[in-house]
Nanobody, 123 residues
Framework: QVQLVESGGGLVQAGGSLRLSCAASGRTFINSGMAWFRQAPGKEREFVAGISWTFHTYVADSVKGRFIISRDNAKNTLYLQMRSLKPEDTAVYYC?????????????????WGQGTQVTVSS
């Protein structure tokens, strides 16, 4: 059974940093695109960053220059390094594995999802 387990969320002051991890088990995703999404209360799920199987990355304009996505295929783990956090970054963050080898901003293209980890940034 495939499982994605996120960790690393928490409460941090504005300007602080967090690193999220997403450990996958049940199968390897070396040939799959992966991504981070987030969802704030009352808002739609938002694409934050994606990484292809060839390690090509993309981050949304709202987090560009502050967030970095990476993956370690040997550990079957996805990461999101977040710096200079802002209160508007507060959300539940989800990792996801695409049915394709590339990432997509369309959450319908993802077959596997983690349970989410809360990130709260205080002002």
């Amino acid at each position: 059974q495939v499982q994605l387990v996120e960790s690393g969320g928490g409460l941090v002051q504005a300007g602080g940093s967090l690193r999220l991890s997403c450990a996958a088990s049940g199968r390897t995703f070396i040939n799959s695109g992966m991504a981070w999404f987030r969802q704030a209360p009352g808002k739609e799920r938002e694409f934050v960053a994606g990484i292809s199987w060839t390690f090509h990355t993309y981050v949304a304009d709202s987090v560009k220059g502050r967030f970095i996505i990476s993956r370690d295929n040997a550990k079957n783990t996805l990461y999101l390094q977040m710096r200079s956090l802002k209160p508007e970054d507060t959300a539940v963050y989800y990792c996801a594995v695409s049915r394709d080898s590339d990432y997509s901003s369309d959450y319908g293209r993802y077959d596997y999802w983690g349970q989410g980890t809360q990130v709260t940034v205080s002002s």
